[in-house]
């Protein structure tokens, strides 16, 4: 098979990684590949922030983890007083993606570059999980502030990236079929 197809085939969202942390050359590539998305009208108006202090991954894990927790929607509440649970699923990497916030297409533009990240990492045997959850994170302006962002872009998800724990890996999932209508 195409060697990309295989890669978007066979990615998977990864949960457990090895505390071992990713060599700086796989972080770069991956990175590359997030820039080379496309982006309405070429704005490229996207930001990363990579973290790698576990410290201060484990402190954003329990600030986010205790806003869950009282969350009036049941499975996000339920993460939250969830011991074992750990919103960055311990990745030893981080990445946080923004925007641009005057930019015609931003969120869209993230997405794109986020997936091109989570594809590049896994085409290099590195696990990643596309992460929403740590939107708490950002309603909590000193929190936030920890991450600095450029002035005029807002943060919407994280990337968590490692290598994959081999003893514990996910398997392939069905995928809906019936989603596509043709007009010839
Ligand atoms: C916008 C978005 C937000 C997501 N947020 C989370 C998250 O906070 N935590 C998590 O473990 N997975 C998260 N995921 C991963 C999805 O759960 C996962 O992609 C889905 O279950 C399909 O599994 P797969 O990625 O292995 O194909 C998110 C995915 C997307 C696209």
């Not at 820039?35 to 894990?61: M, R, Y």
């Not at 919407?156 to 043709?182: C, H, M, T, W």
Request: with cysteine; proline share 5%; aromatic share 8%.
């Amino acid at each position: 098979m195409n060697e990309i197809i295989n890669v978007i085939k066979t990615r998977r969202s990864i949960r457990r990684f090895l505390p071992e942390q990713i060599k700086e050359e796989e972080l770069k590539t991956i990175i590359e590949a997030a820039i080379h998305a496309p982006s309405g009208h070429n704005e490229q108006p996207w930001h990363f922030t990579v973290i790698q202090n576990k410290e201060l991954l484990d402190h954003f894990n329990s600030v986010i983890k205790k806003l869950m927790s009282e969350s009036e929607v049941e499975w996000i509440s339920a993460i939250g007083r969830n011991e074992k649970a750990h919103i960055f699923h311990n990745a030893p990497t981080v990445i946080i993606v923004s925007g641009r916030k005057s930019a015609y297409s931003a969120l869209v533009d993230c997405s794109a570059a986020t997936q091109n990240m989570l594809l590049a990492a896994h085409s290099l045997g590195i696990g990643s999980c596309w992460i929403g959850l740590v939107n708490f994170l950002f309603k909590i302006k000193e929190e936030a502030q920890k991450l600095s962002i450029p002035e005029g872009y807002e943060p919407f998800y994280a990337v968590a990236l490692g290598y994959p724990d081999p003893s514990k890996q996910p398997r392939p999932i069905e995928r809906k079929k019936d989603v596509v209508n043709y007009i010839k």
